[in-house]
C-alpha cells in the first residue's frame, strides 16, 4: 500500500520551524495570485514550461506536485510566490520552508530529465510593484536527492502510522452496524440515497422533516462508503452551533455503539472562540503560545490524533498541555481527521480551508450540508461586502501619518461618489472604477505600514483594512449577479456618510465549483421546497438527484388551522392585536400547555404580548429580545419543562424558529402571525427586480419562498417524535391562497 503526499504538504510537515508569525500576511488573494503568476510566466523565453507535473517515490511514500515553471534553456525550475508590503520583513522559516518546496521539486525535476544538475529560483513577485526578486542557487542533482530523502524519512514514519490508521478505520466501518435498534421511519431511505448519491459520485439534495434523525441518517452511509469510495475525508457543514452538536453527539453514539471504531472526529470553530489571548497578535513576540509553535507541534499532533473526538474542549486540553495556540493546532488536525465538522464558510467561503486542503492534496472528499436552506443566505453574505464612511472618517483623524493621504483620498472618492445621489438608497449597474482605485491605494499602503510596524495589527485599523481587501476581492467578481448600492445617512447640518455595499444576489458560480469538486455533496433540510429556487440560487449541477422523504408522522398528530379572518399585513397590525390575543387565549383555555408564538418583529411580538399580559394575567409568558446572549436563548427554552404551561413569544426567523428540540409536553403547539416574509424596504426591492431579470420571478425568489421557508421551519418544532401530538395555527388571510398552501408539507392536512 502505497501513501500519496503532495509536495508542500510534505515540506509543511518537515520543514516548519520556529515562531508561528502572521506579521508578513495577509497575502495577496487568489485572483492577484493567479495574476502574478501569469505575469511572471510572460516575462520568460519562448521554450518556458509553465505547471510542470512532477512525481517520484521513496519506499511507501508517493510524492507528487506542480513546480511553478521550468525554463529549458537555462535549466532553471522556478518557484514564485506573490507578496505585497516589504520582503525584508519575511520570517526565516518561511524562506527556509520555500526552499524546502524548491529544493524537492529540483530533485523531482533531476530525476524525470535525467539531470546531474539544475538551477533553482525563488521569485518573490511584488503585486503592488510587479517587482522581483531572485534568489538563485545552483544545485548537484546527488545533493537534492540527499535532500529528498530526509524530507521523506522524516514523513516516512507519519505515514506509515496514518496508513495503518486509514486501514483500521476503513475496515472497522465496512463492517460498522447501524447504532440504533432501527431505522426510524424514512431515515433508511435517506441513508440509501446518500450511499447511492456518493457511489455514484453526484450531489443530492435530501428534503426529509425533522425529526427523523437526519444527521446520524447521513453520516452512517458515508462512514460505509469509505473503503468501497475510497474516500480520504467526510466534511459535516453547519450554519449554526446547535447542528454542530448534533453532529458531534451522532459521533458519540457512534463510538459508543462500536468502540472499535478508530474514527477521529475534530470541530472546527472560529478563531476568537479558540483564542486563548485575544488581545495579543499571533506572533513569538507577543503571544507565548506562537513562540516556537512548530517546534512542539510534533508532540502536539501526535497525542491530538490519538483522541477519537476532539471537540473544542478536549482540542484545548491537548493544545494547553504541549504550549501550542488550539486554533492552529486545531486547522492543523483538520488534514489528519476522517470526520471534521465545521461551519458552511470553511468550506465554501473565498479562502474556505477545507476547500483549499481538498484540493492541495486531492482528496476525495463526501460533503454533508445540514440545514441547507440557510446556504443561499449564507453564501450571498460570504461573497458581500461593505464599507462605512463613518467608519473611515473616524479612522482618519487618529490614522498613523503615512496612512493619512491615502485614507483622505478615499475619502475624496466616496465623496464624488454620493454627491448626485437624490434619495437615501440607490442601486447601480456598473462597479465605482476611480473609488476602487483609491481603495486598492489604500489597501497597499496600509499593507506595507502594517508589515513596518506589526504591532499595529489590531484594533479598528485592522478591521477596516480587512473590509477594504474583501471589498476589492468582491469588486473582481462583480457581474449582472451582484448589485452595488449606496445607502446615504444625514447627520446634524449638511454632514452626510454613507454606506457602500458589493451585494451578491447569486451565489450559485460560487458554490457550483465547492459542489462539484466534492466526490459527492449531499444538502439536507425540511425545507427545500420549491426545488427550483435552490438549484437556480446554489448552481447545482444538472444531473443533482432529488429525494423529498416521506414524513413519519401522521396527519392526525397535526391540526392545522389556517386562520383567514385575520390579516398581519403592516397596515392591518393595530386591528389584529385584539383578535390575535383571544384566539391564543382560547386554544390556551381549551388545551393548556406549552405553545410558542410567532410574529415578524419585536414590535409586533410586544404589543401582542403586552395586551395578553393585560387581558388574561393568568397566562404565563415569556419572551425573546433582541440580541440574547447563549446563555439568556438557553434559560428562554428551559421555561419549556414537561409540567410548564405558558407561552414563549418569539421572531419568526430568529434563534427559536428553527434547530431547537422540544420533544413530547415540552411544546404542544404553535402560533405563527405572519407569512414571514422578508421586510419591504428599497435592498429587497432591488434584490426582487435582478431576481425578476435572471429568474423571471421576482417576487417569489425574494419574498414568498424565504418567508415560506421560516413559517414551515417555526411549525416543525411542534412534532418531534411519532408519539407527538399539537396543534399549528396560520394566522393571516394570505395563508388561504393557492399558490401558499401549495408550499406548505405534503404531510400536514390543513383545515
Known amino acids: 500500500m502505497s501513501y500519496s503526499v503532495a509536495v508542500r504538504a510534505l515540506c509543511e510537515f518537515t520543514a516548519k520551524v520556529g515562531d508561528l508569525d502572521l506579521r508578513f500576511t495577509p497575502s495577496p488573494s487568489a485572483q492577484e495570485g493567479i495574476a502574478g503568476h501569469r505575469t511572471v510566466a510572460s516575462r520568460r523565453s519562448a521554450h518556458y514550461q509553465n505547471e510542470v507535473a512532477l512525481e517520484g517515490e521513496y519506499q511507501q511514500l508517493k510524492v507528487r506536485g506542480r513546480a511553478d515553471g521550468y525554463d529549458p534553456d537555462a535549466n532553471r525550475l522556478e518557484e514564485v510566490k506573490t507578496y505585497r508590503g516589504d520582503l525584508d520583513a519575511q520570517p526565516a522559516n518561511h524562506r527556509q520552508l520555500h526552499w524546502a518546496q524548491v529544493k524537492v521539486y529540483g530533485w523531482l525535476m533531476c530525476q ?40 521523506c524519512a522524516l514523513f516516512l514514519g507519519w505515514a506509515e502510522q496514518e496508513m495503518a490508521h486509514r486501514e483500521a478505520r476503513n475496515s472497522a466501518a465496512q463492517t460498522l452496524a447501524f447504532p440504533h435498534a432501527g431505522f426510524r421511519p424514512g431515515q433508511r431511505s435517506l441513508a440509501e440515497s446518500v450511499y447511492k448519491a456518493v457511489s455514484t459520485g453526484r450531489c443530492l439534495m435530501a428534503q426529509a422533516p425533522t425529526g427523523i434523525g437526519k444527521t446520524i441518517g447521513t453520516i452512517f452511509p458515508l462512514l460505509k462508503a469509505l473503503a468501497p469510495q475510497q474516500l480520504d475525508k467526510l466534511f459535516f457543514l453547519t450554519a449554526k452551533t446547535p447542528g454542530r452538536k448534533l453532529a458531534l453527539d451522532a459521533a458519540q453514539v457512534l463510538h459508543a455503539s462500536s468502540p472499535g471504531l478508530p474514527l477521529r472526529v475534530l470541530e472546527l470553530v472560529a478563531r476568537d472562540k479558540a483564542c486563548e489571548h485575544l488581545e495579543k497578535a499571533c506572533h513569538g513576540d507577543s503571544c507565548p503560545l506562537a513562540r516556537g509553535f512548530y517546534d512542539r507541534l510534533p508532540a502536539a499532533r501526535i497525542a491530538a490524533s490519538k483522541v477519537r473526538l476532539l471537540d473544542q474542549r478536549t482540542l484545548r486540553n491537548v493544545a494547553l498541555a504541549h504550549d501550542v495556540c488550539p486554533y492552529y493546532l486545531s486547522q492543523e488536525m483538520a488534514r489528519w481527521a476522517d470526520l471534521v465538522v465545521a461551519d458552511y464558510n470553511y468550506f465554501f467561503d473565498f479562502g474556505a480551508m477545507l476547500f483549499g486542503l ?24 460570504m461573497y458581500s461586502a461593505s464599507l462605512d464612511q463613518y467608519h473611515l472618517k473616524t479612522l482618519r483623524d487618529t490614522a498613523p501619518e503615512p496612512l493619512k493621504k491615502p485614507l483622505q483620498r478615499l475619502n475624496r472618492e466616496w465623496n464624488a461618489l ?78 452626510s456618510s454613507s454606506t457602500l455595499c458589493l451585494r451578491n444576489v447569486v451565489p450559485a458560480e460560487f458554490i457550483r465549483p465547492r459542489l462539484t469538486a466534492a466526490r459527492s455533496s449531499v444538502l439536507f433540510s425540511a425545507t427545500l421546497s420549491p426545488r427550483h429556487y435552490y438549484a437556480d440560487l446554489l448552481g447545482l449541477p444538472a444531473d443533482t438527484a432529488w429525494i423529498d422523504v416521506e414524513s413519519p408522522f401522521k396527519a392526525e398528530q397535526l391540526q392545522v388551522r389556517i386562520v383567514d379572518a385575520i390579516s398581519t399585513r403592516f397596515v392591518h397590525r393595530e386591528a389584529s392585536l385584539e383578535p390575535i390575543v383571544e384566539l391564543i387565549a382560547r386554544q390556551y383555555t381549551q388545551q393548556p400547555g406549552n405553545y410558542l408564538a410567532f410574529f415578524s418583529s419585536f414590535d409586533y411580538l410586544q404589543q401582542v404580548a403586552q395586551l395578553l399580559a393585560e387581558k388574561h394575567p393568568n397566562i404565563t409568558l415569556w419572551q425573546q429580545s433582541r440580541g440574547m446572549a447563549e446563555a439568556e436563548r438557553q434559560a428562554f427554552l428551559d421555561q419549556f419543562t414537561e409540567h410548564s404551561q405558558g407561552i414563549g413569544f418569539a421572531v419568526l426567523g430568529g434563534a427559536f424558529g428553527e434547530g431547537i428540540d422540544l420533544p413530547g409536553t415540552r411544546l404542544i403547539g404553535a402560533f405563527i402571525a405572519t407569512l414571514g416574509l422578508p421586510q419591504l424596504n428599497p435592498i429587497n426591492e432591488q434584490m426582487k427586480v435582478r431576481m425578476g431579470a435572471i429568474f423571471g420571478a421576482g417576487y417569489d425568489y425574494t419574498y414568498l419562498y424565504p418567508g415560506i421557508q421560516k413559517v414551515v421551519q417555526a411549525a416543525g418544532r411542534v412534532i418531534r417524535s411519532q408519539q407527538d401530538q399539537g396543534v399549528v395555527m396560520l394566522i393571516d388571510d394570505r395563508f388561504g391562497e393557492a399558490r401558499v398552501r401549495q408550499l406548505l408539507p405534503r404531510w400536514w392536512a390543513v383545515a
Open 358 to 381: 481538498a484540493q492541495l492534496n486531492q482528496w476525495r472528499a463526501a460533503v454533508l450540508v445540514d440545514e441547507a436552506h440557510n446556504l443561499v443566505d449564507r453564501a450571498r453574505s
Open 418 to 495: 454620493h454627491k448626485d445621489q437624490l434619495a437615501p438608497y440607490q442601486a447601480y449597474t456598473a462597479r465605482p472604477e476611480k473609488l476602487l482605485q483609491a481603495l486598492s491605494l489604500c489597501a497597499s499602503t496600509m499593507g506595507e505600514y502594517f508589515n513596518d510596524h506589526p504591532e499595529s495589527l489590531s484594533g479598528d485599523l485592522q478591521s477596516f483594512y480587512f473590509e477594504v481587501l474583501q471589498f476589492g476581492k468582491v469588486a473582481e467578481l462583480f457581474n449582472e449577479h451582484f448589485i452595488f448600492d449606496i445607502s446615504k445617512r444625514q447627520f446634524s447640518g449638511k454632514r
Open 112 to 151: 524525470k530529465l535525467n539531470l546531474s544538475e539544475i538551477n533553482l529560483a525563488l521569485v518573490y513577485f511584488d503585486i503592488v510593484g510587479e517587482g522581483e526578486t531572485v534568489l538563485d542557487q545552483r544545485f548537484q542533482a546527488t545533493e537534492l536527492e540527499t535532500f529528498f530523502n530526509q524530507q
